[in-house]
């Protein structure tokens, strides 16, 4: 059955080819003029206006490479994946950076503690960018199963530490950090007297004196709530490289500043991740890139939610993530099987980006058997014929795809959509309603652009390449079957079709001539 989607949705996108070119011609401006996201800064949705059109700059914090990705992981990587699809998909050009971070994220999210990804090494026995690059591979195959694009620029830190040295010198030289025992911190406070420290995530500088304590290691700080630029290595730190202020590693977030203006300029279009990042990391982007670059440098912030497990954000730290990897084999205790990688990326689309989604057994499953029926749907949608009347309206259909998404990627209004179209291809199938050749087109193109090209979902278990070269070689041999009926070769005619039976391959006489399928 997957086999015979694959073919029919391969043959549709031959046949459409043209038409979707010129449809995309037709209508990329205008929905570029249309499309609404929320800014995290602004807290309201705002139109979305690029700096240089048709060209964007994306920046979204990747992976801490010290362990397998969970489902958590996948949320972003997805998020920030829809709208790669679409923005490309409505004519702008993307340069997508996301980084992966392989030095400077210390166990407490701060300034304290060991660094992740040394920490797993000493633990293993092995070099620390042994356990970053091993991470880092099994980081890509989980979103590969994903269907998750791959970034146009995936800068490491642990490649960027001349870039991150300027960056802190930067903001010294303007009188904004100071250093104290090798380390340098960023002076908060003297940020504060003159900009907004807390703009983005709503904290309040008052509020972080009174709900902050002086921790062990920490009383070179001015103000606890200071943060780090540069670390000073001790003795027993692994991972350490020479700065103008002796031997040390760089604070976890200046990578992202350093990266993400080295690759898309001083000022760029968006900056996104998890909601998790507003405070402290974006917080203190903003704060460097403000000093570092000037204000307003990045021109929207976009946070997806989170994912919960009873009602508790999934996280390493907390020890109830699943990840990606027991996802798809069903091995751990809490699942009740094993789920797809497309029922998890259909999962997670389900829901609204900026809404919180709770992880259950029953939502999974649910998703699972939504997802069937949007690909039986397709299926059945490739073997509708016109008719002279029509009953549907096709292009109201598939602009109410496009304002969905245009509506800061609202993906679950989206799907509701192509639920609701599956009415009328049912209808259509069953004779109850009628469609003409021009709307049954547009449905067939607005199906496969917002299911397969933005959705970015696609049929599991399969491999394009080998099952195009079955086609190609069961074709070659029922048109030797053909060949055979037309001499009378009744022997040889049965044969094949006897055959090809046998391996699974369900061969129908048509007037045309035949049909298979698997």
């Keep these: 059955m997957v086999l015979k989607i694959n073919i029919i949705f391969q043959h549709m996108l031959f046949q459409n080819n043209l038409l979707f070119l010129g449809f995309n011609f037709m209508f990329n401006n205008f929905m570029q003029e249309n499309l609404f996201l929320y800014n995290s800064l602004s807290r309201k949705k705002e139109k979305f206006t690029a700096i240089k059109p048709p060209f964007v700059g994306m920046y979204v914090c990747g992976p801490t490479v010290y362990g397998d990705a969970h489902l958590g992981h996948a949320r972003p990587a997805i998020t920030f994946d829809l709208l790669f699809r679409y923005f490309q998909h409505i004519g702008y050009k993307v340069r997508y950076v996301r980084n992966i971070t392989d030095v400077g994220h210390l166990e407490s999210d701060a300034d304290q503690g060991e ?25 890509h195959r989980d979103m590969d199963k994903l269907n998750v694009l791959r970034p146009s620029i995936e800068p490491r830190a642990s490649g960027h530490i001349i870039e991150q040295i300027e960056l802190t010198q930067k903001i010294i030289d303007a009188g904004y950090a100071y250093v104290s025992n090798g380390s340098v911190y960023f002076d908060v406070e003297k940020y504060n007297q003159k900009y907004n420290y807390g703009k983005l ?9 009174s709900n902050t304590r002086q921790l062990d290691g920490q009383d070179e700080k001015r103000n606890s709530f200071d943060f780090a630029l540069w670390k000073n290595a001790s003795p027993e730190h692994i991972m350490r490289w020479n700065s103008p202020w002796g031997q040390g590693f760089p604070g976890w977030h200046a990578e992202c500043s350093a990266m993400g203006h080295k690759y898309l300029g001083e000022k760029f279009d ?22 570092a670059v000037g204000e307003n440098s990045i021109n929207y912030w976009v946070h997806n939610n989170m994912i919960t497990i009873n009602g508790q954000k999934m996280g390493k730290s ?69 008719s002279k009347e029509n009953n549907f309206d096709a292009e109201k259909f598939r602009q109410d795809c496009y304002d969905a998404m245009n509506d800061d990627l609202n993906s679950p209004i989206l799907i509701s959509n192509l639920f609701e179209g599956l009415k009328t291809i049912n209808s259509v199938a069953t004779g109850s309603e009628k469609i003409d050749e021009k709307n049954l087109n547009i449905l067939k193109e607005t199906y496969n652009t917002f299911l397969f090209n933005v959705l970015g979902l696609k049929l599991e278990n399969e491999d394009a390449g080998n099952n195009e070269m079955l086609e190609d070689v069961v074709n070659m041999v029922l048109n030797l079957r053909l060949s055979a009926k037309e001499k009378k070769d009744w022997a040889t005619s049965d044969f094949i079709r006897d055959e090809l039976t046998k391996i699974g391959i369900k061969v129908k006489d048509t007037k045309e001539g035949f049909e298979w399928e698997i």
């Design 270 to 291: 968006i900056h996104g991740g998890g909601m998790d990042l507003l405070f402290p990391h974006h917080e203190c982007e903003i704060a460097q890139n403000t000093i």
């Design 318 to 386: 907390l020890g109830n993530f699943i990840t990606l990897d027991e996802l798809f084999t069903g091995a751990n205790k809490v699942l009740e099987k094993a789920y797809s990688p497309m029922t998890i990326r259909f999962f997670i689309l389900q829901a609204h980006y900026r809404s919180t989604l709770d992880f259950s057994n029953e939502a999974l499953q649910a998703a699972e058997k939504g997802l069937a029926r949007l690909l039986k749907g397709v299926e059945t949608l490739q073997g509708l014929k016109p």
């Design 115 to 139: 660094d992740k990804i040394a920490k797993k090494a000493k633990l293993e026995q092995v070099e620390p960018m042994e356990i970053a690059q091993f991470y880092s591979d099994r980081y």
């Design 201 to 209: 995530s709503g904290r309040i500088l008052e509020d972080l004196y």
